[in-house]
């Protein structure tokens, strides 16, 4: 099955990028959908590899698994198929808690959160539905729970990402790799 619903041609991958995607095969046993369907273009694939990684790997003040949260959080709310399962199981993973990652892909605010990662999803989707109310207050509330400025931005960062990624999932019918689903669905011993 194509990853995405366009016949778009894979380009001819230089030595970098089949590196990349050796080492995704090495690691998680798959090259993820998402790169696939970007690699009709070296660069455009190049750019997005590279802020993904910057964002959700790079050292942050945000966890690997917050910045997971904020990435299912608002895929939650625009509905996006591929994010909520490829970065559902990532929750799953991270956290060793299958019951939170489903949480977090039906409804966040069901999950127990604390306080820190409640304001961070909180504005991750505020600044998803409706950016122009997001306002000082806001930023205030994160700092209240301990948020540096780094942090804010890394936090709108993701959100921003995200965004942009689940609509160009949404319109080009990505479909995740069925490993995603069967991936941490059992707590971590």
Known sequence: MPAIALGLAPAELDVPTQAYF???VEKIGFVPNVLAAYAFDMAKLSAFSAMYND????????SK????????AVSSVNRCYYCLT???????????????GEQMVMNYRAARL????????DFAVKLTERPHEVEEADRDG???????ERDIWDVA???????????????????PNEAYHAQARTPAA
């Open 22 to 24: 050796d080492k995704c």
């Open 55 to 62: 964002l959700m790997l790079a050292p942050s003040g945000l």
């Open 65 to 72: 698994l917050e910045r997971e949260m904020i990435a299912v």
């Open 86 to 100: 490829a970065h559902g199981a990532a929750v799953r993973q991270l956290s060793g808690d299958p019951i939170l």
């Open 114 to 121: 604390d306080a820190r990662q409640r304001a961070m999803l």
């Open 142 to 148: 994160l700092r209240r729970v301990g948020l540096s």
């Open 157 to 175: 960062a993701v959100t921003a990402f995200f965004n942009m990624s689940n609509r160009i999932a949404a319109a080009t019918d990505m479909r």
